[in-house]
């Protein structure tokens, strides 16, 4: 009877366990849907639904960088920098290798005076190596420091991107005009 016992709690145990992997991978599946949506409306220029459904993908799972991450993108464009700070802080805590988190927490930094610490955060991005769009978060840093009157490294950022993509438009145009105003 005691083996039984023995038994059939280690089955039941097991089965919680899966259960609650399961239940996390759905919580998972929804959030990072949450964020989808919420990048959409976004994009559609849809602020208000893109804030419900970012805010509903952080409820649903808040260990997911992402959807801390578009959260903080759009509390920023409504004008809400502390909530904008502490999301984009949140995001990159969850996950300090996630590139678009880093991108984006390095564009409010620089965005919002802080461009060493900005700039970093960039770099950090461009050095992920699984990371899409390496060229658009060295023009952030180009741009970044170009604000702050670093000229030659802002020249060395947008040289760079186009390391990276040699028609990258973004990159070609900054750097001619930067290359213009130095003569």
């Keep these: 009877v005691a083996l039984m016992v023995f038994v059939l709690c280690s089955c039941t145990g097991g089965g919680t366990r899966q259960t ?9 599946q929804a959030s ?16 208000e639904f893109a804030l419900e459904k970012a805010k509903r993908a952080v409820t649903i799972d808040p260990t997911n960088s992402m959807a801390h991450s578009i959260t903080g993108v759009i509390y920023e464009v409504i004008g809400d920098s502390k ?14 290798d996630n ?3 880093l991108n984006n927490y ?8 802080d461009s060493e ?13 699984f990371y899409k769009t390496p060229e658009v978060a060295l023009i952030s840093a180009g741009d970044c420091a170009e ?31 930067l290359m213009l105003v130095n003569g």
């Design 20 to 28: 609650r992997e399961q239940a996390d991978t759905r919580a998972r």
């Design 32 to 47: 990072d849907t949450n964020v989808a949506l919420a990048a959409r409306y976004y994009s559609q220029g849809k602020v």
């Design 83 to 96: 909530a904008a700070s502490q999301y984009y802080k949140k995001s990159v805590e969850l996950d300090p």
């Design 99 to 101: 590139p678009e988190a």
């Design 106 to 113: 390095g564009q409010y930094l620089c965005r919002n005076g």
């Design 117 to 129: 610490k900005g700039i970093s955060f960039l770099e950090r991005a461009v050095d992920q190596p």
């Design 147 to 177: 604000q702050n009157n670093n000229l030659a490294a802002a020249e060395s950022f947008y040289r760079r991107a186009l390391r990276v993509d040699d028609d990258y438009p973004d990159a070609l145009y900054r750097l001619s005009i």
